[in-house]
């Protein structure tokens, strides 16, 4: 099995920062691109951010010069770092990853993971 545990969330002020971490771990034989989500309340989860593993990235508008995804492939670790946070910015935020690895069996598999997510909160 792989898993994805995120980590780092909590409560921060407007304009303050915040550091997300997302963990792969299991049977991974390697991973391609890592993103992370959101999804507030009543709304449709969207896509916050995304590195492919040559480090590509690219944004949503709303997090645009404000956010910064990168990611530490020996360690098969994602991150956001979140700045000059805005109250839109509440939300659940879910980290994915495209893994090769084994789930089940004595077969690779490729599969998109989710983690379980982590709760920010922007408020004063």
């Known amino acids: 099995q792989v898993h994805l545990v995120e980590s780092g969330g909590g409560l921060v002020q407007p304009g303050g920062s915040l550091r997300l971490s997302c963990a792969a771990s299991?049977?991974?034989?390697?991973?391609?691109?890592m993103g992370w989500y959101r999804q507030a309340p009543g709304k449709q989860r969207e896509l916050v951010a995304h590195?492919?593993?040559?480090?590509?990235?690219n944004y949503a508008d709303s997090v645009k010069g404000r956010f910064t995804i990168s990611r530490d492939n020996p360690k098969n670790t994602v991150y956001l770092q979140m700045n000059v946070a805005v109250p839109e910015d509440t939300a659940v935020y879910y980290c994915?990853?495209?893994?090769?690895?084994?789930?089940?069996?004595?077969?690779?598999?490729?599969?998109?993971?989710w983690g379980q997510g982590t709760l920010v909160t922007v408020s004063s």
């Open positions: 299991g049977s991974i034989i390697s991973i391609d691109a």
């Open positions: 994915n990853a495209g893994v090769k690895g084994y789930y089940s069996g004595s077969s690779a598999e490729y599969r998109e993971v």
């Open positions: 590195i492919t593993n040559g480090g590509s990235t």
